[in-house]
């Protein structure tokens, strides 16, 4: 069982940045494909950043584009949020995906999942 481990999340004022961390062992970094998606509270969850750790190319959804960075270094992950607001707020999962489905991804399409970190923002 890979265990991916998130840190970094908390309370953030509207407009602030924050940056989460995954702890991602070295084989699961062979996935090709790592990512985040969210999820809040009787909502689905969502996709917001997928990279491809051999070419470094990434992925965002248009809802996100311009305010997420996603990158990696050794054997953490990382997603920035700069010009937070309050609809992000919601847990953030750091995942495995499946590299066929790196540019836009579902749920269905990871294989392992961290444990969450609760990002809230607040005006």
């Known amino acids: 069982q890979v265990q991916l481990v998130e840190s970094g999340g908390g309370s953030v004022q509207t407009g602030g940045s924050l940056r989460l961390s995954c702890a991602v062992p070295d084989t699961t970094f062979s996935h090709n494909c790592m990512g985040w998606f969210r999820q809040d509270p009787g909502k689905e969850r969502e996709w917001v950043a997928t990279?491809?750790?051999?070419?470094?190319d990434t992925y965002f959804p248009d809802s996100v584009k311009g305010r997420l960075t996603i990158s990696r270094d050794m054997n953490t992950l990382y997603l920035r949020i700069d010009n937070v607001k309050p609809e992000d707020t919601a847990m953030y999962y750091c995942s495995a995906v499946r590299w066929q489905s790196c540019p836009n991804p579902t749920p269905g399409d990871v294989d392992y999942w961290g444990q969450g970190t609760q990002v809230t923002v607040s005006s």
């Open positions: 990279i491809q750790t051999m070419t470094g």
